[in-house]
């Protein structure tokens, strides 16, 4: 009897041990590399989708400066974004989805904060970044064009592969992520390096 409740207690502490292992933990992020790249011409000119990606992961520059380049600030002076918004209402909220969970793009103090564990990606790459607004804004989906467009524009330039997409389990995603009232994704964009 003694060994079983041993061995119970044992596995507790393991499953414990493991359980804490998974605990998502706020991610800083590096500051912007604004001198890497291409040219914005030469950019364009490589821009394509790629729906076929390396496993590597992202190293921590690259995924800063994703994110940066999708919403990220520019102008610290006055809070404003690298994508511009109608009516500057800044409402396009960028999800940094991972194998292990899911993370919210805070601009401000340039981290990615957990929101869930679990792997919810729409199409496997290292991330996916799905794009969520408020779908009583009447200007959530060009505003999420925006971003979308720096994120391709930002993986053309460096060499990562990446496609817009808007096909998605919405409902899915909306509980995984923990979206409240209107917010919906709209797009998300699978990155990755090329294969």
Request: net charge positive.
């Amino acid at each position: 009897m003694k060994n079983l409740l041993l061995s119970i207690t044992v596995c507790g502490i393991i499953a414990c041990g493991c359980a804490q292992a998974k605990e998502l933990k706020t991610i800083q992020l590096n500051d912007p590399d604004t001198q890497r790249g291409d040219a914005v011409m030469t950019a364009l000119k490589n821009r394509k989708s790629t729906r076929e990606f390396s496993t590597k992961e992202l190293s921590l520059k690259d995924l800063s400066d994703l994110c940066w380049a999708a919403n990220g600030i520019n102008r610290p002076e006055s809070g404003k974004r690298t994508a511009p918004s109608a009516m500057n209402k800044q409402d396009i909220k960028v999800y940094v989805c991972t194998a292990d969970g899911s993370y919210l793009y805070n601009p401000q103090k340039n981290t990615l904060e957990p929101v869930s564990s679990g792997d919810v990606r729409p199409l496997k790459a290292p991330v996916c970044l799905i794009l969520v607004s408020d779908t009583s804004s009447d200007w959530g989906a060009m505003d999420a064009g925006i971003v979308s467009q720096n994120i391709s524009l930002f993986c053309a330039g460096t060499g990562m592969a990446t496609v817009p997409r808007g096909s998605m389990d919405k409902a899915a995603l909306k509980k995984a992520l923990k979206l409240t009232g209107d917010q919906t994704p709209f797009l998300n964009h699978p990155v990755g390096y090329f294969k």
